[in-house]
T-cell receptor, first 110, second 114 residues
Framework: DAKTTQPNSMESNEEEPVHLPCNHS???????IHWYRQLPSQGPEYVIH???SNVNNRMASLAIAEDRKSSTLILHRATLRDAAVYYC???????????FGKGTHLIIQP | EAQVTQNPRYLITVTGKKLTVTCSQN?????MSWYRQDPGLGLRQIYY???????DKGDVPEGYKVSRKEKRNFPLILESPSPNQTSLYFC?????????????FGPGTRLTVL
């Protein structure tokens, strides 16, 4: 399985943008880039996913490098409720499940 | 409201006493899956089901059984629980027929085996 590399933790201030990086240099052509987050004491929650083009939804934006070897999850205006572990996952939509790494622990300071 | 429910949310049991953790989804999803989450190991898939009566092993299936008799339910069965199965368990479902491919996760079941 193609692996992803994320920083262990990041810290940001409330109401500022947050850019969470993810490297995936061995990504295959059929892998989608998925982002999930896990708030304390909750199950993982879908954030966004994309294949080649940048994507926007109500929660975040996903910027994908032209060579697809890296991507960045962008939270435009972080709130305290965005404090969570963020997972960058490659998934081709096959029968196997999502492979969660250790993710990035995002800390939001008030 | 679209959701995945699990019961019980918390369970303390003893070695060898059979238990079942139930999982139900109301989205008519074909694909369902069980994960366990342990500190330092992340989430690992235990079993998955592509559809009714179709199940297969994930990465860590030893000591677990599942069944899929109807689309909405996917129970996880521990026939003889052992302390190394103490963990946080998540059920998930996904609409594989959609390009959306969002996995919905349940709230989790924290299991302690003494």
């Amino acid at each position: 399985d193609a692996k992803t590399t994320q920083p262990n933790s990041m810290e940001s201030n409330e109401e500022e943008p947050v850019h969470l990086p993810c490297n995936h240099s061995t990504i295959s052509g059929t892998d989608y880039i998925h982002w999930y987050r896990q708030l304390p004491s909750q199950g993982p929650e879908y954030v966004i996913h994309g294949l080649t083009s940048n994507v926007n939804n109500r929660m975040a934006s996903l910027a994908i490098a032209e060579d697809r070897k890296s991507s960045t999850l962008i939270l435009h205006r972080a709130t305290l409720r965005d404090a969570a572990v963020y997972y960058c996952i490659l998934w081709g939509g096959g029968a196997d499940g999502l492979t969660f790494g250790k993710g990035t622990h995002l800390i939001i300071q008030p | 409201e679209a959701q995945v429910t699990q019961n019980p949310r918390y369970l303390i049991t003893v070695t060898g006493k059979k238990l079942t953790v139930t999982c139900s989804q109301n989205m008519n999803h074909e694909y369902m899956s069980w994960y366990r989450q342990d500190p330092g190991l992340g989430l690992r898939q235990i079993y998955y089901s592509m559809n009714v009566e179709v199940t297969d092993k994930g990465d860590v299936p030893e000591g677990y059984k599942v069944s899929r008799k109807e689309k909405r339910n996917f129970p996880l069965i521990l026939e003889s629980p052992s302390p190394n199965q103490t963990s946080l368990y998540f059920c998930a479902s996904i609409n594989r027929g959609s390009s959306y491919n969002e996995q919905f996760f349940g709230p989790g079941t924290r299991l302690t085996v003494l």
